[in-house]
């Protein structure tokens, strides 16, 4: 069965630092594969979209992802962290031929001054 | 351009009173329209989605329904609310067809309550 998993439901770093986000895949069959950001009481937003075309892929607000199908793979990252970056943060998977996009469980980024 | 309408913001229900949410979409024909439930900790969850009018597909065994009556109007419903109904409910969108490679559309949610 497909599934997405999310190390670590919380991450802090310090302002200006390196953001990394994990999320690893399960499928059987080539994924498409999504970053969204949700802040408090909103719903979720696209950062950016991995389909096919590029492993590396930019999203927006400096975030970058890499599609590793080797290590079923498709962290985010962001090199200098900003306050406004706050939020929570879902990896998601969907496939050819289907309608569902899965997501994972979440990570919400601390962001300290 | 394309909206999403999702409705009421926040919501308080006592146990075993019915529930209905509204959800519908501006600007597209024939969406592809899903719910799902976030509830603390545990990510998203999908719930039903819907290909075309009265087209419905159930993810989860439980508590809940969804109809589809229009093109472009996704209701989910509960005769009976229970405590674990309780969740952010989240109304998305993508353009019809099984291209799953599009982005969803998200409403601004629901905050559900059950006392």
């Known amino acids: 069965a497909q599934s997405v998993t999310q190390l670590g439901s919380h991450v802090s770093v310090s302002e200006g630092a390196l953001v990394l986000l994990r999320c690893n895949y399960s499928s059987s069959v080539p994924p498409y594969l999504f970053w969204y950001v949700q802040y408090p009481n909103q719903g979720l937003q696209l950062l950016l979209k991995y389909t096919s075309a590029a492993t590396l892929v930019k999203g927006i607000n400096g975030f970058e992802a890499e599609f590793k199908k080797s290590e079923t793979s498709f962290h985010l990252t962001k090199p200098s962290a900003h306050m406004s970056d706050a939020a929570e943060y879902f990896c998601?998977?969907?496939?050819?031929?289907?309608?569902?996009?899965?997501f994972g469980a979440g990570t919400r980024l601390f962001v300290k001054a | 351009s394309q909206t999403i309408h999702q409705w009421p913001a926040t919501l308080v229900q006592p146990v075993g009173s019915p529930l209905s949410l509204e959800c519908t979409v501006e600007?597209?024909?024939?969406?592809?329209l899903y719910w799902y439930r976030q509830a603390a900790g545990r990510g998203l969850q999908l719930l039903f989605y819907s290909v075309g009018i009265g087209q419905i597909s159930s993810e989860v065994p439980q508590n809940l329904s969804a109809s589809r009556p229009q093109d472009r109007q996704f209701i989910l419903s509960s005769k009976k609310l229970l405590l674990s109904d309780s969740g952010f409910y989240l109304c998305?969108?993508?353009?019809?067809?099984?291209?799953?490679?599009?982005?969803?559309?998200f409403g601004s949610g629901t905050q559900l309550s059950v006392l």
């Open positions: 998601a998977v969907s496939f050819t031929g289907g309608f569902k996009t899965i």
């Open positions: 998305a969108w993508t353009p019809g067809g099984s291209a799953t490679n599009e982005k969803l559309f």
């Open positions: 600007g597209t024909s024939n969406p592809n």
